[in-house]
């Protein structure tokens, strides 16, 4: 199989991108026997948020704040980024609190479904597919495959799951937007897959990472969302396909990438210390989420030491966008430091050895 194909390896990218799918599809099967509240147990609250999802937030460090070269390249960028995500939490969470949760519940769908469409868009660069049709049918069937488990969501509301915490979703969406939708979500996906097989009929040409990144995010949005009805089901489906392809990418990168000598990022990529590069955002989770929990949820004792603290309503409003700041910024960040354009990152594309013929 043509290299062009994949955007690391075969094997590489079937273990990133299909082996999270497969495993959070088999883990909604077996959820019944797994979790039979639908809520998530423990273990797996540690494994999906801990060291999933939140430890994925804060490893955009290693492509940003600990690369120094990166960072005095951009240091406006990285440091109004938060000070901006911070004062406008503040204010809105000031205002209202279930305001703050629905903005930061919006922007993180939006980076969800823009992280989906940023791997299609770096397959399309790895192979220099140029093929403006298929560009715009691929970027079609990312939002499809997202935006309509979305919208079915709010059409369907209240759900026994959701994004940050009940409520966060507006609600009153109409469910007859969503049947005129789904004709449409349907017809989406199968003149995609109608278009595969017709360039191989006519170009011998199969992408096959890209289909496998369309095909996994149709599956576990829709069996997360629509299929299903538990946290257990939504939270298995929601982070595996993107906490853990985020890490293989950082990881790529910073071995691709050429760091200062005895510097904490030649240590750890040069040397491959995968633990070492685990371990630090891991400890930077359990910290976050520490802080979260003592201070605001108060939900874990057994988990987390030392004495829940009560806050004020008052403190609240300073402390809870402080305690969602990694989040934000990495939403935020993400938006600028893996486009491939030459002005925005110019070492980017010749780092990963993506294409220079198109740009995303």
Not at 16 to 39: E, R, T
Not at 211 to 232: M, Q
């Amino acid at each position: 199989m043509s290299s062009a194909n994949w955007l690391f390896s075969p094997r590489f990218d079937l273990l990133v991108f299909g082996g999270p799918a497969i495993i959070a599809l088999i883990l909604v099967a077996l959820g019944p026997w797994l979790a039979p509240s639908g809520d998530l147990p423990l273990p797996m609250w540690i494994f999906a948020i801990l060291i999933v999802d939140v430890a994925h937030v804060w490893s955009t460090i290693y492509r940003t704040y600990l690369d120094k070269a990166e960072f005095n390249r951009r240091a406006s960028l990285y440091i109004v980024v938060p000070l901006c995500c911070y004062v406008l939490g503040f204010i809105t969470y000031s205002i209202s609190s279930t305001l703050f949760w629905t903005l930061l519940a919006y922007v993180a769908v939006f980076h969800f479904i823009r992280q989906q469409y940023g791997w299609v868009a770096l397959y399309n660069r790895r192979a220099g597919d140029v093929a403006t049709f298929d560009q715009y049918l691929d970027r079609l069937s990312i939002y499809m495959s997202t935006c309509f488990p979305v919208l079915w969501w709010h059409a369907h509301l209240p759900r026994k799951f959701s994004w940050f915490m009940p409520g966060d979703f507006l609600s009153g969406l109409s469910p007859v937007l969503v049947q005129i939708m789904w004709p449409i979500y349907l017809g989406t996906l199968s003149t995609y897959i109608f278009r595969q097989v017709q360039r191989w009929r006519r170009e011998r040409i199969i992408r096959w990472g890209k289909n496998l990144v369309v095909c996994t995010t149709a599956a576990c949005w829709f069996v997360g969302i629509v299929a299903t009805n538990t946290d257990w089901a939504f939270s298995v489906t929601n982070v595996l396909i993107h906490g853990i392809p985020y890490f293989a990418i950082i990881w790529v990168y910073g071995r691709k990438a050429e760091y200062p000598q005895g510097s904490l990022l030649e240590g750890i990529f040069t040397k491959r210390r995968v633990f070492a590069f685990f371990a630090l955002v891991i400890v930077l989770a359990f910290i976050e989420e520490w802080a979260w929990d003592r201070l605001i949820w108060h939900e874990n004792s057994g988990l987390f030491p030392f004495k829940e603290v009560m806050l004020s309503n008052a403190t609240h409003a300073l402390v809870v966008p402080l305690l969602a700041l990694p989040q934000a910024t990495h939403y935020v960040l993400d938006a600028w430091i893996w486009r491939t354009h030459r002005t925005q990152n110019p070492q980017l594309a010749s780092t990963m050895e993506l294409s220079s013929t198109i740009e995303s």
